[in-house]
């Protein structure tokens, strides 16, 4: 099958996935998008166990790192530092994706940029492993259910619930929260709850699906249609704006087609046709470098490319300036007092 026919099944069936999902999140609204919702079920005391364990460095090896050096919780939740595109482990060595919004992870059908984590607590080993206690030597990948991944879980876990059982404040929190007292399974829900809180709620694009038309500007009105019409929607649609499905990146690239730095390549140097899930959209404005390897600075640059590799078009400078203005009525953040650091002023 030729690229051009391949790419426009592919269209096709993500167009069809779109329509799907649409008429099942988002019918009420008549619209491919719909409002975050509240989610039940969350426990004020065990958020509150969450953010402290969310901010405490004494989850990794050497206490030099927790969740976030690498998620910024001023107003984005993504990579922390200003200038670097992927964040660093405890050995000093780049991780292998830029750091995606945390505010975000709720909307996930599965979470990681390979889509290969299937819940919150599954993520949360992989970091809290991987990069905060027993990272890879330099050079070195460890498959998911090798040996010695195995025993890097084990080894990690073993330690990080000592640490956590010989601090009073923990031992006591978690035997009045859970029945387990500190175990990894509690610990987890802990972290989960915290980051479920943290979903983005309130944004002036949810007033607007909500009826209240004054709410977004005639620019962003313009982007929004633009967003739809384009086929953006194929793939950045639902609650999440986004994150609900997995998708090729670089699907109307040809095989010889113009270099792309964040397209992965295979051994001849032709697009390796590799596969991702889908990011929300969600404060993208906010949550530079854009792309799994952090490789563009600038959200005009990420809308020209995403127009070229996944819908074949050109995208004019007008047409840019509407969709990041769409883009910016997504805006909204989570309650300031969980983006506070607990631990601020008492010397932690």
Not at 87 to 92: A, L, R, T, V
Not at 144 to 161: F, M
Not at 251 to 274: F, N, T
Request: hydrophobic letters at 35%; a neutral charge; one cysteine or more.
């Amino acid at each position: 099958m030729g690229k051009t026919k391949a790419a426009a099944t592919s269209s096709l069936l993500f167009t069809l996935a779109a329509a799907l999902l649409i008429g099942r999140t988002a019918c009420a609204y008549e619209q491919p998008l719909a409002p975050v919702p509240e989610v039940p079920g969350l426990e004020q005391t065990k958020i509150d166990l969450g953010h402290k364990l969310f901010f405490d460095k004494r989850l990794s090896k050497d206490g030099s790192m927790s969740c976030v050096s690498c998620h910024e919780m001023t107003e984005k939740g993504a990579g922390a530092r200003p200038g670097v595109k992927k964040d660093k482990n405890i050995s000093g060595i780049e991780i292998g994706t830029n750091s995606p919004s945390i505010f975000n992870a709720w909307f996930g059908f599965r979470q990681g940029w390979r889509a290969d984590s299937d819940t919150l607590e599954t993520l949360i080993n992989r970091p809290l492993v991987n990069h905060m206690n027993y990272p890879p030597l330099p050079g070195q990948k460890r498959a998911p259910n090798s040996k010695e991944q195995r025993d890097a879980e084990t080894a990690t876990w073993k330690e990080v619930l000592e640490r956590l059982r010989n601090v009073p404040v923990y031992a006591h929190a978690f035997s009045f929260l859970y029945d387990s007292g500190v175990t990894r399974a509690s610990v987890e829900n802990a972290l989960t709850q915290y980051m479920t809180a943290l979903l983005p709620r309130g944004s002036r694009f949810d007033s607007y699906l909500l009826g209240h038309d004054e709410a977004i500007s005639q620019d962003e009105k313009d982007g929004y249609a633009r967003f739809k019409s384009f086929g953006c929607v194929s793939c950045h649609q639902g609650r999440g704006v986004g994150a609900n499905m997995v998708a090729e990146f670089g699907v109307m690239l040809a095989d010889d087609g113009a270099a792309e730095p964040m397209v992965e390549r295979d051994a001849s140097g032709k697009p390796s046709h590799a596969r991702f899930k889908v990011p929300s959209l969600r404060n993208v404005t906010r949550t530079f470098p854009y792309f799994h390897d952090g490789s563009i600075a600038e959200l005009s640059d990420a809308i020209r490319i995403m127009g070229r590799v996944q819908l074949g078009r050109a995208i004019s400078d007008n047409d840019i300036k509407l969709l990041k203005a769409f883009l910016g009525s997504l805006e909204a953040a989570p309650d300031q007092k969980l983006l506070a650091d607990p631990f601020a002023g008492d010397g932690k």
